[in-house]
């Protein structure tokens, strides 16, 4: 937590810091994502250039070279689980690159609708529980289904939205598909 205040105060002009540092985020996912834009996650890609003897196949699709990019937008297991995401925002689109996620999340997440508010949160659940999924089945965990992945996302700030005073969702498409009415 010590590490995490000494980055939300040492950064304050990053561009994307409001869609990371939103109200309502979890600290320990918007670490993990904080981390994801940084691309200072110890991905596989990252591993090797450091020297390590590690299997550089993403753990989730057992395709491609694991690496940012790759484990957080191009993986067909993360685009499952991310269109999901995206869906349940009423949304169908399509992203070039991690990098034009990331433009579209700035935009999409930016100000204080309830639209805006999960587009912030669940990209932050999003990275998180990727990286925990990731890291999990390194560890010989059972693995998750995407949908599963997804169950978690959209459970995880049901109830901060909930208690929260000044969100209100009547007749929301939005509210309805996470659960939120
Ligand atoms: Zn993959």
């Known amino acids: 937590m010590i590490v995490w205040e000494v980055i939300r105060h040492k950064q304050p002009k990053v561009q994307w810091h409001r869609t990371v540092l939103g109200a309502l985020s979890i600290p ?4 993990i994502t904080w981390l994801v ?5 110890p991905t596989k890609d990252r591993m090797l250039k450091w020297g390590c003897q590690v ?4 753990i989730l699709c057992g395709i ?3 690496s940012r990019d790759h484990l957080f937008w191009a993986c067909s297991y993360s685009r499952r689980v991310w269109g999901m995401v995206v869906q349940a925002c009423g949304v169908q689109l399509l992203h070039n690159s991690w990098d034009d996620l ?3 999340i700035q935009r999409a997440g930016k100000g204080k609708t309830l639209k805006a508010t999960i587009v912030r949160l669940a990209w932050n659940s999003f990275n998180y529980y990727v990286w ?3 890291n999990g089945r390194l560890h010989q965990k059972e693995p998750k289904l995407d949908a599963e992945v997804f169950d978690l996302i959209k459970h995880d700030f ?3 939205l909930l208690g929260c005073r ?6 929301s498409c939005i509210a309805e598909a996470w659960g939120l009415q």
Do not use: D
Request: proline share 3%; aromatic share 12%; charged share 30%.
């Open 37 to 41: 834009v940084l691309n200072r996650l």
């Open 102 to 104: 990331l433009g579209w």
């Open 64 to 66: 491609e070279l694991e």
């Open 166 to 171: 000044r969100c209100s969702f009547p007749g």
């Open 55 to 58: 299997e550089a196949t993403c």
């Open 158 to 160: 049901k109830w901060r």
């Open 28 to 31: 320990k996912q918007s670490f």
């Open 132 to 134: 925990m999924e990731r």
